[in-house]
T-cell receptor, first 114, second 116 residues
Framework: AQTVTQSQPEMSVQEAETVTLSCTYDTSESDYYLFWYKQPPSRQMILVIRQEAYKQQNATENRFSVNFQKAAKSFSLKISDSQLGDAAMYFCAYRSANIGQLTFGSGTQLTVLP | GAGVSQSPSNKVTEKGKDVELRCDPISGHTALYWYRQSLGQGLEFLIYFQGNSAPDKSGLPSDRFSAERTGGSVSTLTIQRTQQEDSAVYLC??????????????FGNGTRLTVT
């Protein structure tokens, strides 16, 4: 079974600064997808960014980018120019190419300091 | 609809009672998922529907938990004889195609269940 590990339960960053959230996963598969979701106090999970394992190029969405290291099974999220609205719980998730559901990590609570 | 809708938003029930949680997925989405999120924890997979069938119900914690989906749309998660450890937020998600792993999941706002 796949597992996803987020070793940072809490992180903080100054507004306008850059922060990196860590995620590692364990799998024997070669074809899969990785995701970062954000969960604000409203509870709704919002997709931030996704990465296909077969793509070597790191995904980027505006201020959000990932550092995908397939051999190391690492998938970190970098948030540049942090904004107050970025404060939320961030979850890393794994999805096999053959299975529908996502496997989530335990989350990192990000605080943005004004 | 505009998004995944879950009802009720909050539910308080007494230990031993049955509860039903409802999920209305995005129109046209064939796949539907139920997750459970305990306080301060990650998301625990419960069950996945493709159309009306459930190819993976491996996450249901006990036979007190069941779910169904009718008409390829609305799903109901039922918890019988609720226990205090069932207290959690129950999240529903849908995706256009559960067989295509690139199809992202869209989540509802969840139902917060409190068992007293």
């Amino acid at each position: 079974a796949q597992t996803v590990t987020q070793s940072q339960p809490e992180m903080s960053v100054q507004e306008a600064e850059t922060v990196t959230l860590s995620c590692t996963y364990d799998t024997s598969e070669s074809d899969y997808y990785l995701f970062w979701y954000k969960q604000p106090p409203s509870r709704q999970m919002i997709l931030v960014i996704r990465q296909e394992a077969y793509k070597q190029q790191n995904a980027t969405e505006n201020r959000f980018s990932v550092n995908f290291q397939k051999a190391a099974k690492s998938f970190s999220l970098k948030i540049s120019d942090s904004q107050l609205g970025d404060a939320a719980m961030y979850f890393c998730a794994y999805r096999s190419a053959n299975i529908g559901q996502l496997t989530f990590g335990s989350g990192t609570q990000l605080t943005v300091l004004p | 609809g505009a998004g995944v809708s879950q009802s009720p938003s909050n539910k308080v029930t007494e230990k031993g009672k049955d509860v039903e949680l409802r999920c209305d997925p995005i129109s046209g989405h064939t796949a539907l998922y139920w997750y459970r999120q305990s306080l301060g924890q990650g998301l625990e997979f419960l069950i996945y529907f493709q159309g009306n069938s459930a190819p993976d119900k491996s996450g249901l914690p006990s036979d007190r938990f069941s779910a169904e989906r009718t008409g390829g749309s609305v799903s109901t998660l039922t918890i019988q004889r609720t226990q205090q450890e069932d207290s959690a937020v129950y999240l529903c998600a849908s995706s256009w195609d559960g067989l295509n792993s690139n199809s992202p999941l869209h989540f509802g706002n969840g139902t917060r269940l409190t068992v007293t």
